[in-house]
């Protein structure tokens, strides 16, 4: 017998300093290192890179931490049809 009351208490939380459109990575693109020729998968929120230990954003460009003097190139991954 399993009579424990459960209360769910989920509107204690009161979250005024976070908005609540908070930036969501949606926008999937591949970087592609000219340098190393490393191919990886980065994200974006809108037009900010979402932050990873590989890859530093510049502006419109992103970098390799690899030393590449130029930028990655940004490559639209491919939709697989479903
Ligand atoms: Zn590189």
């Not at 939380?13 to 591949?30: F, G, H, Q, W, Y």
């Not at 809108?46 to 502006?59: A, I």
């Not at 970098?63 to 490559?75: A, F, K, M, N, V």
Request: aromatic letters at 8%; hydrophobic letters at 25%; proline letters at 9%.
């Amino acid at each position: 017998m399993s009579d424990t009351p459960v209360q769910q208490e989920e509107r204690t939380r009161t979250t005024n300093e976070v908005p609540r459109s908070m930036p969501v990575a949606t926008d999937e693109l591949i970087a592609f290192c000219p340098k190393c020729k490393t191919m990886e998968t980065l994200w974006f929120s809108g037009n900010t890179l979402v932050q990873t230990r590989k890859f530093s954003q510049d502006g419109p460009h992103v970098y390799h931490d690899c030393g590449s003097d130029e930028p990655c190139r940004l490559l639209i991954r491919f939709q697989k049809p479903r």
